[in-house]
């Protein structure tokens, strides 16, 4: 049912926008003592070799976490960005850059170890999902780390609000089944009702299909009818010069692969604009191929 692996995808563009704000979010989430939850509706693996087969066939680490690292914006990033960068080495201390961390494994490591704090992960997928549990059993202290191999748009209801209605909702289909762009609206209007005063972030890819167009709009419009501020940012890379003109006869033309994507925030951390402002254009500078490159970051409500 599933042929979407998010290994193969790994250390992306995407992923180092998605990251870079999940990080952003949850230092926000955790400054304070209260008890925090997340909840990762599509956790994938956890984690992820960046020298693996996966990760080598296409390469999308290369115009992402791999180009970031060495770009001289690496050396002096600005915050958000030196955020990422540490948590990111942090899982690869002999300096080796391999592994990469997907989303479960960046919000363990912000979490406390505090058995208040609760992180839930969903993914469907089998191999994934085995591959999921079996990392979370290697960390020393995972009492606060429930991995459920469930649709996380519906183990997500049983779960909100939260204790102590400090929380995180993380929803980050692949969005392989058109119908996932109609279950995000559909699981953040439900949800909004539930647990108003949580923090939703909602990935999806900036392709052009109208569902995913959509999406946004939808989202902003939810947002605003619930009276909610919401945070919109989206990171293009373009589209990288045409080396049709160049390659040697037989050779294929380069795949370009997803070019942009979007996070979409509601109760984002009032602090997290500013940075962002400030960091996507330089990501657009080092990350950036060509035609349609650029980012956008708006808000409301
Ligand atoms: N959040 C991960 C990260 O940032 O590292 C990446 C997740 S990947 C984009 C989406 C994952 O959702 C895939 O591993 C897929 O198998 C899984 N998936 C698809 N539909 C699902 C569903 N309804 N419930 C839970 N997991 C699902």
Redesign the pocket.
């Known amino acids: 049912m599933?042929s979407?692996?998010?290994g193969f995808?790994?250390g992306n563009h995407a992923?180092v926008l998605?990251?870079m704000v999940?990080i952003a979010v949850l230092k926000h989430l955790t400054a304070k003592p209260t008890a925090v939850t997340v909840v990762?509706?599509?956790?994938?693996?956890?984690l992820y070799r960046l020298d693996s087969d996966f990760a080598g066939t296409s390469g999308e680490a290369q115009d992402g976490i791999v180009k970031l690292w060495a770009s001289p914006l690496a050396a002096e990033p600005p915050p958000l960005l030196a955020d990422y960068l540490e948590l990111v080495a942090s899982f690869n201390p002999s300096g080796k850059k391999k592994i990469y961390?997907?989303?479960?494994f960046?919000t363990q490591a912000l979490l406390r170890q505090d058995p208040r704090d609760k992180l839930w992960l969903?993914?469907?997928?089998p191999t994934?999902?085995k591959a999921l549990a079996d990392h979370v059993a290697q960390i020393e202290d995972h009492r606060m780390v429930a991995v459920k191999r469930?649709?996380?748009?519906?183990?997500l209801r049983a779960l909100i609000p939260p204790p102590s209605r400090r929380g995180l909702v993380?929803i980050?289909?692949?969005y392989?089944?058109k119908n996932?762009y109609g279950?995000v609206a559909a699981c953040i209007q439900e949800s909004l009702k539930k647990f108003a005063t949580g923090t939703y972030m909602v990935?999806y890819p900036v392709i052009p299909r109208p569902e995913a167009h959509e999406l946004p709009r939808r989202l902003k419009t939810l947002a605003n009818q619930a009276g909610k501020p919401w945070l919109h940012a989206t990171l293009n890379i373009g589209q990288a010069p045409e080396r049709a003109k160049t390659h040697t006869p037989g050779e294929q033309p380069m795949r370009q692969g997803l070019t942009a994507s979007g996070v979409f925030l509601i109760n984002p951390p009032h602090t997290l604009k500013a940075p962002l402002q400030e960091v996507l254009p330089q990501l657009v500078e080092v990350l950036g191929r060509g035609r349609g490159q650029g980012q956008v970051v708006e808000s409301g409500g």
Do not use: C, N, Q
């Not at 990762?40 to 956890?46: I, K, L, M, P």
């Not at 969903?122 to 997928?125: A, D, G, I, M, S």
């Not at 469930?150 to 183990?155: C, N, P």
């Open positions: 599933f979407y692996r998010h995808h790994a992923d998605k990251h999940l990762d509706t599509h956790a994938g693996a956890g961390p997907g989303s479960p960046v969903f993914e469907l997928h994934d999902s469930e649709d996380g748009f519906e183990g993380l980050d289909p692949s392989e089944i996932d279950r990935w």
